[in-house]
């Protein structure tokens, strides 16, 4: 059984209960329980299956086949279901997989007979176009080419100096204007006109005016958790299973559902919650197994 495997391990590693309580936050009465195969006395099937898989990560055994030893003693419909369910996949991706060999095999055998027959004549390969010769370029085309040059460096070299001369006569008689222009000017001091005082009405008014801010409404179920000790938790969103595990001191997760989201911690006094914005404080107490709903439609305070 699998009380037995992992009692055996417990004991030969030298830990006591309280050891693996300590470890894995779940409860000391749950671990003797698993280990007697008293499971009727654990909270629920997702619950044991959830401590089984903790308490088999803290003996370093292979946490998934101490869930699975523990579905084949006491749930065999559900391994049954699952063996079922494999074997169908596994049918049908053979069917599909004969499917695409045989229409493979049947374009092989169309191509065969399109391009196989050894009395078939061979396609006339299709002429090669004679390579065309690059035009050669005539002396008298090299000469204007070069005339054309001389044409623009010619052009350029004017521009350039007609920008010196119009440069130098700017410095040569735009000092004159600049030196005759310059004539002391009268300073004119323009006194700011103070700013009306706003009277105690025209306040009252503008204070009304202003839209009051409004509180953050959520579209969708946030819920963030801090954990000050060890603790396993199971959380669900709209009814799907999106955690399962032991989660460390000092560690904080958030979590998102459209409508509704359930959280079961088997440490409570050890999660501080937090839900759309609001903090909901410790869920629960010490060594205290809590579940808790908490939806989008319903108030802050979260269902039990």
């Not at 391994?79 to 997989?97: C, I, P, S, Y």
């Not at 025209?202 to 509180?215: F, L």
């Amino acid at each position: 059984m699998i009380g037995d495997t992992l009692r055996e391990e417990r004991e030969r590693q030298n830990l006591s209960i309280k050891d693996i309580e300590k470890g894995t936050s779940i409860r000391a009465l749950y671990i003797e329980a698993i280990e007697k195969g008293e499971f009727d006395k654990l909270p629920g099937n997702a619950y044991t299956k959830g401590f089984i898989r903790n308490y088999a990560n803290f003996l370093k055994l292979d946490a998934a086949a101490c869930v699975r030893q523990y579905n084949e003693e006491n749930n065999p419909e559900e391994v049954a279901a699952k063996e079922a369910a494999k074997r169908a996949e596994e049918a049908a991706e053979a069917e599909q997989q004969a499917a695409y060999e045989k229409r493979e095999a049947e374009k092989s055998r169309s191509r065969s007979g399109l391009f196989g027959s050894s009395n078939s004549t061979k396609p006339e390969r299709a002429a090669t176009p004679a390579r065309q010769e690059k035009p050669r370029v005539s002396v008298s085309d090299f000469e204007s080419r070069v005339e054309s040059s001389h044409h623009r460096q010619t052009l350029v070299m004017g521009i350039i100096a007609v920008l010196v001369i119009a440069a130098g006569a700017y410095f040569l008689f735009g000092s004159d204007d600049e030196t005759a222009s310059k004539q002391p000017q009268t300073k004119v001091t323009t006194q700011a006109k103070k700013p009306a005082t706003t009277s105690a009405p025209q306040k009252q008014q503008e204070a009304a005016a202003k839209p009051a801010e409004e509180k953050k409404q959520y579209t969708d179920v946030q819920v963030s958790a801090k954990f000050s000790e060890r603790c396993w938790v199971s959380v669900k969103a709209d009814g799907k299973t999106i955690f399962e595990g032991t989660i460390d001191e000092g560690t904080s997760k958030d979590w998102k559902a459209e409508k509704e989201l359930k959280i079961t911690a088997g440490n409570a006094g050890a999660v501080e919650l937090t839900y759309n914005g609001e903090n909901k404080g410790v869920l629960g107490g010490e060594g205290e197994v809590v579940e808790k709903t908490y939806a989008l439609s319903e108030n802050a305070n979260g269902t039990n």
